[in-house]
Nanobody, 122 residues
């Protein structure tokens, strides 16, 4: 079981930026695909972005494409979600997820963090 700890969430004004971090406990982190999901109040959890374990390929939800950037530092067992041009509709709890092998946009990740709150005010 991989322990995931998210950080970086806070309140910010529209147009601002935040960087979320997700630190993993597993030393084989480099072989895990990583992803971010988010859940807004009263809504279902939705996919945000994912990154492959090798090659650093990324894929984004259309709603964040061009504004969010996902990266990973395998030496630090950490992934980063850089969020720019934030909008009120980005307000949600953001969850980090990990799975061995290939990346996916589905929720078929077997390791999840506890989430970090991002609040964007207009």
């Amino acid at each position: 079981q991989v322990q995931l700890v998210e950080s970086g969430g806070r309140a910010v004004q529209a147009g601002g930026s935040l960087r979320l971090s997700c630190a993993a406990s597993e030393r084989t982190f480099s072989t895990y695909a990583m992803a971010w999901f988010r859940q807004a109040p009263g809504k279902e959890r939705e996919f945000v972005a994912t990154i492959s374990w090798i090659g650093g390929r990324t894929y984004y939800a259309d709603s964040v494409k061009g504004r969010f950037t996902l990266s990973r530092d395998n030496a630090k067992n950490t992934v980063y979600l850089q969020m720019n041009s934030l909008k009120p509709k980005d307000t949600a709890v953001y969850y980090c997820a990990a799975r061995p092998g290939g990346m996916t946009m589905s929720e078929s990740y077997n390791n999840w963090g506890q989430g970090t709150q991002v609040t964007v005010s207009s």
